[in-house]
């Protein structure tokens, strides 16, 4: 049982900047593919962004450009750098595999990007 915390999320001010963390205990992650995830208020969870076990990338269109995935293998550790934020980014942020296992879902880090 893998169990993964998300933490980073916040209050940003539209064109500000956050930096996204999820912490995997119990079982490394290191031969997973991992993902980020969101949802908005009202909306279902839609796919943002991948990492593979070798560091291959990938993006949903609508934040290419401005986020950027990576991985800590050493640390357990999963990042969501977000940059040039703007207000429809507004969502519950997740991370889980890629594509997700219904059991791995943690509670999730807010972020809110004002206008």
């Known amino acids: 049982q893998v169990q993964l915390v998300e933490s980073g999320g916040g209050l940003v001010q539209a064109g500000g900047s956050l930096r996204l963390s999820c912490a995997a205990s119990g079982r490394t992650f290191s031969s997973y593919d991992m993902g980020w995830y969101r949802q908005a208020p009202g909306k279902e969870r839609v796919f943002v962004a991948a990492?593979?076990?070798?560091?291959?990338?990938s993006y949903t269109d609508s934040v290419k450009g401005r986020f950027t995935i990576s991985r800590d293998n050493a640390k357990n550790t999963l990042y969501l750098q977000m940059n040039s934020l703007k207000p429809e980014d507004t969502a519950i942020y997740y991370c889980?595999?890629?594509?997700?296992?219904?059991?791995?879902w943690g509670q999730g880090t807010q972020v809110t990007v004002s206008s």
């Open positions: 990492i593979g076990w070798s560091g291959s990338t």
């Open positions: 889980n595999r890629q594509p997700p296992v219904y059991g791995w």
